[in-house]
T-cell receptor, first 116, second 112 residues
Framework: NAGVTQTPKFQVLKTGQSMTLQCAQD?????MSWYRQDPGMGLRLIHY???????DQGEVPNGYNVSRSTTEDFPLRLLSAAPSQTSVYFC???????????????FGSGTRLTVV | DAKTTQPTSMDCAEGRAANLPCNHS???????VYWYRQIHSQGPQYIIH???NNETNEMASLIITEDRKSSTLILPHATLRDTAVYYC?????????????FGQGTILTVHP
C-alpha cells in the first residue's frame, strides 16, 4: 500500500542506548520530515529533508541525527537515548514543499518510544 | 507563520454538519490555511487547504472569509469516525519548505 511506513511501532530503550527509527515512503516524495509529539505539546519538527543528500534541522534537533541517501528512506538516529526523548515520533512526506499537493503531508502511524 | 486560535473542544451529533472555526487574524498574503486531523493514537491526516477561495473535497469544505482573517472547516455529515483533534495551520505556500506548526487544535466529539 502506498504511504509512509514507520518501524518499529513500539520501542523501549535504556538511557544511553542508541537506535534508529525507520521511515520509508513509496510515493516518490522529495520532502520528508520527522516530528515528535509529547502530551500537551503538539507536534514539533526535529529534522527535515528536501531531497536525497539534503537535510536540515528543525526546532528540536538536539540528540538526533538524520541522513537521506535515497528518496524513499529517511531514518532518524538517536545517538544516546535520554528519558526526555520519550515521545511519539512521526515521519511525514510530501510531493509539494509546502504540502499543497492533493494529499498534503502524508504521515506515518508513528513510533512510540520509551526511554527508561 | 501566522498564529491560529481554535476552540478547545466542540460537540456534534452524528449525521449533522460539524463547523469548526479558526481565527488567523495575522495571516499574510502568501500564507495558506491548512486543516489536519489526528484520530487517537494515529498520525495526522491531511484534510484540505486553501488560499482565499472556498474549497471542497470528498472529506470537507473550507470557507475562508473575504479578509482571510478567519476560516471554517465544515464536515457536512459527521460520523463517529470523525471524532478527532482538528488542527488549523497557517503556513506559507509556494516553493518554500517549512514546518507545520501544530497548536492545541479542537477536540471534536461526535455523539450518536
Amino acid at each position: 500500500n502506498a504511504g509512509v511506513t514507520q518501524t518499529p511501532k513500539f520501542q523501549v530503550l535504556k538511557t544511553g542506548q542508541s537506535m534508529t527509527l525507520q521511515c520509508a515512503q513509496d510515493m516518490n516524495h522529495e520532502y520528508m520530515s520527522w516530528y515528535r509529539q509529547d502530551p500537551g505539546m503538539g507536534l514539533r519538527l526535529i529534522h527535515y529533508s528536501v531531497g536525497a543528500g539534503i537535510t536540515d534541522q528543525g526546532e528540536v534537533p538536539n540528540g538526533y541525527n538524520v541522513s537521506r541517501s535515497t528518496t524513499e528512506d529517511f531514518p532518524l538516529r538517536l545517538l544516546s537515548a535520554a528519558p526526555s526523548q520519550t515521545s511519539v515520533y512521526f515521519c511525514a512526506s510530501s510531493y509539494h514543499p509546502a504540502g499543497q499537493g492533493v494529499y498534503g503531508y502524508t504521515f506515518g502511524s508513528g513510533t512510540r518510544l520509551t526511554v527508561v | 507563520d501566522a498564529k491560529t486560535t481554535q476552540p478547545t473542544s466542540m460537540d456534534c451529533a452524528e449525521g449533522r454538519a460539524a463547523n469548526l472555526p479558526c481565527n488567523h487574524s495575522t495571516i499574510s498574503g502568501n500564507e495558506y490555511v491548512y486543516w489536519y486531523r489526528q484520530i487517537h493514537s494515529q498520525g495526522p491526516q491531511y484534510i484540505i487547504h486553501g488560499l482565499k477561495n472556498n474549497e471542497t473535497n470528498e472529506m470537507a469544505s473550507l470557507i475562508i472569509t473575504e479578509d482571510r482573517k478567519s476560516s471554517t472547516l465544515i464536515l457536512p455529515h459527521a460520523t463517529l469516525r470523525d471524532t478527532a483533534v482538528y488542527y488549523c495551520i497557517v503556513k506559507a505556500g509556494g516553493t518554500s519548505y517549512g514546518k507545520l506548526t501544530f497548536g492545541q487544535g479542537t477536540i471534536l466529539t461526535v455523539h450518536p
